[in-house]
């Protein structure tokens, strides 16, 4: 595994980059102030835009460290407004895995944006990263989730439970996970669903 730090990344209709602190004002207009797009997740939705820009700043501020993966969801052809984020949230280089977590905004959802996100990152984890496992996990009251994951390929592999919280709670987590083999293979067969 050779950690490279967050790239920018592009898709048919996206480009992942690096926040900046000028996203503020899109980043809590858009998703971060949003009780719906955080219920499901750890941590509270934003009360003000300078909430939103102290959580970029602090994010800013690890970019030069090449095991920090934080990515602006940006539509092509409006860069300047990012509509959600994806991240590495936790990794273990024992066993070359990376955990990852997404949000994005209300008005993006059940259009196919966040596997499309998902995808790149699977995708320049296991060809540039060259990580062996990739995990998500969600809390089971939010199936949306758990159908981003399998559209990219990943498989289901259990609940905990009650292994997580969130904004509703203590509550059963689904995991799911793909493997570099896996991968491989999809890629090989061309059977990959948007990678």
Aim: with cysteine.
């Amino acid at each position: 595994m050779q950690n490279l730090g967050t790239k920018k990344l592009e898709t048919d209709r996206l480009v992942l980059r690096r926040f900046i602190t000028e996203d503020a004002n899109a980043m809590f207009k858009n998703y971060a102030n949003d009780n719906e797009v955080t219920k499901y997740l750890t941590w509270l939705a934003h009360s003000s835009v300078e909430a939103s820009k102290e959580i970029l700043n602090e994010w800013i501020s690890q970019y030069d460290n090449g095991e920090i993966y934080i990515w602006a969801i940006v539509l092509k052809g409006n860069a300047d407004e990012p509509i959600g984020s994806i991240s590495v949230v936790r990794y273990n280089e024992e066993v070359e895995e990376m955990d990852i977590g997404y949000c994005i905004g209300r008005k993006w959802w059940h259009q196919g944006i966040t596997s499309e996100a998902l995808s790149a990152v699977i995708r320049f984890l296991f060809d540039e990263v060259s990580v062996n496992r990739i995990v998500a996990r969600h809390d089971i009251r939010n199936v949306h989730s758990g159908k981003v994951m399998t559209k990219c390929g990943m498989q289901y592999e259990g609940t905990l439970r009650e292994a997580g919280v969130s904004n509703q709670g203590i509550g059963d987590m689904a995991i799911y996970s793909i493997l570099a083999k896996d991968y491989a293979k999809m890629i090989t067969a061309k059977t990959a669903p948007i990678l």
